[in-house]
């Protein structure tokens, strides 16, 4: 059973850098063809995709993100880290972190439960 | 960017009775690889997203018969053919065709 799970603060200030890991279980990184990624979702709004990063460390990110945000990977944990700079209240979401393309090519499954974070002084 | 369009943003249907939802790309989803990443994922209150189709049409694993995906290029459609009331929450799509990674504006399912 593959499962992945959120963790990190759920309270940051404006201009703070947000740190987010991800881990997750039933599967491995280093697999060809697996991906990690990181969506979020502000309260009552639509999904907006983070970044992605695959098993051989390609990493992908949102253009209009790509300078706030980094993704790492540590294989032998089970782990992937977002970290995202210079936070605002906008950027107060829930963070989803989700498995990409083993079961089902070109998508996302399954995802975490999710980790609000609020934003705020 | 791509942009994903999906109509209607709200849909109000009788237990029993079908809905459908239409998804429209700014550009054709067609991969270089020949394959469609398009898919569509259910949110029910509460809950984190869930796969339901995947590559257009391919129901994924445990997913209910009554729900389809279909079409091509840049437009596509899930249908639901008698909605359950577990089937209330926000459907998205969502490609995976091309960088960034995009998804629909969702659109919410209600019982009437």
């Known amino acids: 059973q593959i499962t992945l799970k959120e963790s990190g603060p759920t309270l940051v200030k404006p201009t703070q850098t947000l740190t987010l890991t991800c881990t997750f279980s039933?599967?491995?990184?280093?697999?060809?063809?697996?991906?990690v990624g990181w969506i979020r979702q502000p309260p009552g709004k639509a999904l907006e995709w983070l970044a992605l990063?695959?098993?051989?460390?390609?990493?992908r990110y949102s253009p209009s993100l790509k300078s706030r945000l980094t993704i790492t990977k540590d294989t032998s944990k089970n782990q992937v880290v977002l970290t995202m700079t210079n936070m605002d209240p906008v950027d107060t979401a829930t963070y989803y972190c989700?498995?990409?393309?083993?079961?089902?090519?070109?998508?996302?499954?399954?995802w975490g439960q999710g980790t609000l974070v609020t934003v705020s002084s | 960017d791509i942009v994903m369009t999906q109509t209607p943003l709200s849909s109000p249907v009788t237990l029993g009775q079908p809905a459908s939802i239409s998804c429209r790309s700014s550009?054709?989803?067609?991969?270089?690889?020949?394959?469609?990443?398009l898919s569509w994922l259910q949110q029910r209150p509460g809950q984190p997203p869930r796969l339901l189709i995947y590559?257009?049409?391919n129901r994924f694993s445990g997913v209910p018969d009554r729900f389809s995906g279909s079409g091509a290029g840049t437009d596509f459609t899930l249908k639901i053919s008698r909605v359950e009331a577990e089937d209330v929450g926000v459907y998205y799509c969502?490609?995976?065709?091309?960088?960034?990674?995009?998804f629909g504006q969702g659109t919410k399912v209600e019982i009437k």
């Open positions: 989700a498995q990409l393309g083993i079961a089902a090519a070109g998508t996302f499954d399954p």
């Open positions: 039933g599967f491995s990184l280093s697999t060809s063809g697996v991906g």
């Open positions: 990063i695959y098993w051989d460390d390609d990493k």
């Open positions: 550009q054709s989803l067609v991969h270089s690889d020949g394959n469609t990443y």
């Open positions: 590559k257009i049409s």
């Open positions: 969502m490609q995976a065709t091309q960088f960034p990674l995009t």
